[in-house]
Each structure stands twice: as C-alpha cells, then as structure tokens.
Nanobody
Framework: QVQPVESGGGSVQAGGSLRLSCVVS?????MGWFRQVPGKEREGVAA???????SYADSVKGRFTISKDNAKNTLYLQMNDLKLDDTAVYYC??????????????????WGQGTQVTVSS
C-alpha cells in the first residue's frame, strides 16, 4: 500500500466549504477520512466501502460527503457549513478490512502527511 497524498486543506471562515482530495493506490475497497487535533486521538470522520456504503461521525453528518473517482484513484471529502470544531489535520487512508470494520471507522492504514483545515470565526 502506497502512502496517500492529501490536498485541499486551508483556512476558511465558519460556515464556509472546502473539498479535500486524496490520491491513493493499492487496496481501496475500504477508504476513509480521519482527523486529528493536538493532544487528541485520531478520529474517523467518514468511510466508504466498495459497495457504496458510507458512514459518518455524528459530528459531521449532513455537512460532509465522502466520494471517490475510481478512474483517478482519488478520494474526496466535501465539507460544508464548517465549524470551529472541524479544525484539525485531515488524513485519508485505505485498508483491507471487512465492511463492518470499515464503516465502524476504527481502523487505519498507511498515513500520508495530512492536510490542515483551519476554521475561524
């Protein structure tokens, strides 16, 4: 599995939007987005299984959308109505886990460098 390469982060005001992208190759049946703030554990934000099933953390439901473009080996995270608590470094990952494990979002794969998202008031 090759390290993912994330992009698309930046600074935005609360209520704004960003779209993160991640190029990942290798095993891609289970893919997801995670985020981490200093001093806290990495949190699974969204996951996408190969059958199209998705899962989201409660804190982002209705605001974030995970999707992928198979032709481009790219995973996306559309983030709308961003809140101050969304500030974090965002990582994507892919792993050979089962559907249940994938959607539980308690897994990890090779990590890339991440992309910083900063939401200000």
């Amino acid at each position: 599995q090759v390290q993912p390469v994330e992009s698309g982060g930046g600074s935005v005001q609360a209520g704004g939007s960003l779209r993160l992208s991640c190029v990942v190759s290798g095993y891609t049946d289970c893919m997801g987005w995670f985020r981490q703030v200093p001093g806290k554990e990495r949190e699974g934000v969204a996951a996408l299984y190969v059958d199209g099933t998705v899962s989201y953390a409660d804190s982002v439901k209705g605001r974030f959308t995970i999707s992928k473009d198979n032709a481009k080996n790219t995973l996306y995270l559309q983030m709308n109505d961003l809140k101050l608590d969304d500030t974090a470094v965002y990582y994507c990952a892919a792993a050979p886990v089962t559907r249940i494990t994938c959607l539980w979002r308690r897994w990890g794969g090779p990590w890339g460098q991440g992309t910083q998202v900063t939401v200000s008031s």
